[in-house]
């Protein structure tokens, strides 16, 4: 038998409602099997005030060595994130990946020394302007992800084969002599093979063009997909970006060369939730994911400690004035009315 109500304090209600609310969302349960509050219509209903909470993670203006950037999709919304060892320091909710909102997020927190990053849409212009002096890992899976859909799992050629052994070996670099020999590797399958890269085919009457080629395309590169993947690798080799991790001025400092602490950590745990909690709303998903982060940050308060008196207070509509009609008959107006044929027709007129 229920124990009775009655003799319960509001704050230790809503402490204990805001406890069995989390627990739910960021667990796997269903709402029917929350102790105590009998059927899930009564969790909804006596937690519904817990989705007013909106936690946040104060910026404390600490340097961090190495900080992980990425972002997630919910619904029609894209939630960025950024995390320091551990810990996650922030998130920046947006529409898609653009510099503004990189920007938004990046501007909260000092530069670091290094940011790992998957380098998505929008990132290296953010990066440029708010960590100028930041040296940028390329999350080093990513870069073997694109090579692969570049040249596919099983390239046909020998020149794709020999590049796609290149990229498949990028995460088995532990040292600067290794990392050293791999860019030698680069630059000797450019000698090899370089002129697949740049050939070219010319569009002729006798020779149909792709299908990705633009209609007034006078000309395109005859390995597009083998020039993209070398041009991937050779780019980021000249930018410095690969082997980050093993600079010798981040010697100690245990610089990741992928984003898996994001990836397989924070993001699947959010993906995890969402999939638990099939049919939220998108609101309501959003909430989740501030939750998970908030409560995964490096100090987060005690949730109680974000109760306020307007969260769980229904706030009462303002009461509206009717608005008096004037007395009397009705005067002429000028809006068109059927009985005077001036209605606004549809369709054909002749039709019967």
């Known amino acids: ?24 969302l960021l667990g796997t349960g269903g709402q029917a099997l929350v102790d105590s509050f009998g059927t899930a219509r009564s969790f909804r ?38 995390i320091a060892g551990e810990h996650v320091i ?17 501007g909260r927190f000092p530069a670091p020394r290094v ?9 290296a212009a953010a990066l440029s302007d708010c960590w100028s002096d930041t040296a940028i890992q390329r999350c080093l899976v990513h ?19 020999a590049l796609l052994r290149l990229g498949r070996a990028l995460t088995r670099i532990s040292t600067p002599a290794q990392a050293a020999a791999w860019l030698g590797h680069l630059n000797d399958w450019y000698q090899n093979h370089g002129q697949l890269v740049r050939a070219r085919t010319y569009r002729t009457a006798a020779s149909p063009a792709p299908a990705w080629v633009r209609a007034n395309q006078a000309w395109w590169f005859t390995h597009d997909r ?39 950590g924070t993001n699947a745990q959010l993906r995890l939730i969402l999939r638990a ?24 308060d005690q949730p109680a400690q974000l109760i306020r008196p307007e969260q769980y207070t229904p706030t009462r509509p303002a009461a509206q004035t009717a608005v ?29």
């Open 45 to 82: 209903r006596r937690t519904a005030w817990c989705w007013n909470i909106a936690p946040a993670i104060p910026a404390t203006g600490e340097i961090h060595d190495q900080v992980q950037i990425d972002g997630i999709y919910v619904g029609s919304w894209c939630c960025l994130i950024a």
């Open 226 to 264: 083998l020039r993209k993947a070398y041009r991937l690798l050779e780019r980021l080799s000249q930018a410095g970006s690969l082997f980050t991790y093993l600079r010798t001025e981040f010697t100690g400092l245990d610089i990741a060369a992928t984003t898996n602490r994001i990836e397989g």
């Open 115 to 123: 940011v790992i990053t998957d380098g998505g849409s929008g990132i």
């Open 143 to 161: 870069v073997q992800r694109n090579v692969r859909t570049y040249l596919t799992s099983r390239p046909r050629t020998e020149a794709g084969k």
């Open 277 to 300: 909690h099939r049919g939220m709303s998108e609101e309501h998903q959003k909430r989740a994911i501030e939750w998970y982060l908030y409560l995964h940050s490096e100090t987060p």
């Open 324 to 352: 008096e009609q004037p007395h009397g008959p009705e005067e002429y107006g000028n809006t068109a009315t059927a009985e005077e044929g001036l209605w606004a027709r549809k369709g054909w007129a002749g039709r019967t």
């Open 1 to 24: 038998m229920r124990a009775s109500r009655s003799g319960e304090r509001p704050e230790v209600s809503r402490r204990a409602e805001l406890g069995a609310f989390l627990g739910w």
């Open 90 to 106: 922030g998130w920046q909710w947006c529409d898609t990946e653009k510099k503004a909102a990189w920007a938004a997020l990046l």
